[in-house]
């Protein structure tokens, strides 16, 4: 007799973890179904950044339409970006950091004694975070050792 109520209590135990597992899953798959969506939108933004940094301060003082053009991609980034951290999407700053590679692909290192080993000096690229789960590392440069 104890050795059935230990088989139904098992099989109990063993469909609530079942549904508990299921459930988790499809709250995963909602938070995580615009992860593809998001890492394509990411050469966007990558793209409109670049164009901001090209134009400088004395060209959009010099050229009405070159400040207006600036201003409207400017616009269209902040746009982006704010749709960005609506959805939990967000930048990955690692300047300074501590080399973690969940967060950073490492692209170089670089000798500089003045600073931390393994801490990062350059960034090549930009890193995204969705909820918490890395969907592009920060390509960037690293101290090491000298």
């Known amino acids: 007799k104890q050795w059935y109520q230990r088989r139904v209590r098992g099989a109990l135990a063993d469909g609530e973890n079942v549904r508990n597992r299921a459930k988790k899953e499809l709250e995963d798959s909602k938070v995580f179904s615009i ?3 998001a890492k394509d ?3 966007v933004s990558d793209v409109l950044e670049k164009a901001l940094e ?5 060209d959009r ?6 400040a207006n053009l600036h201003e409207g991609v400017s616009l269209t980034y902040s746009q ?14 690692p300047m300074g950091e501590v080399f973690d590679p969940i ?15 393994g801490t990062v000096c350059n960034v090549v690229q930009s890193g995204y975070i969705l909820q918490s789960r890395s969907i592009r590392p920060a390509k960037v440069g690293v101290v ?3």
């Open 35 to 37: 992860q593809s969506f």
């Open 41 to 43: 939108l990411l050469p």
């Open 54 to 58: 090209s134009v400088g301060e004395e």
């Open 61 to 66: 003082q010099g050229n009405a339409t070159l």
């Open 80 to 93: 982006l970006h704010q749709v960005f951290k609506r959805h939990n999407l967000v930048k990955i700053e």
């Open 103 to 117: 967060y950073h692909e490492a692209m170089f290192q670089i000798p500089d004694p003045s600073k931390t080993p």
């Open 144 to 146: 090491k050792e000298t």
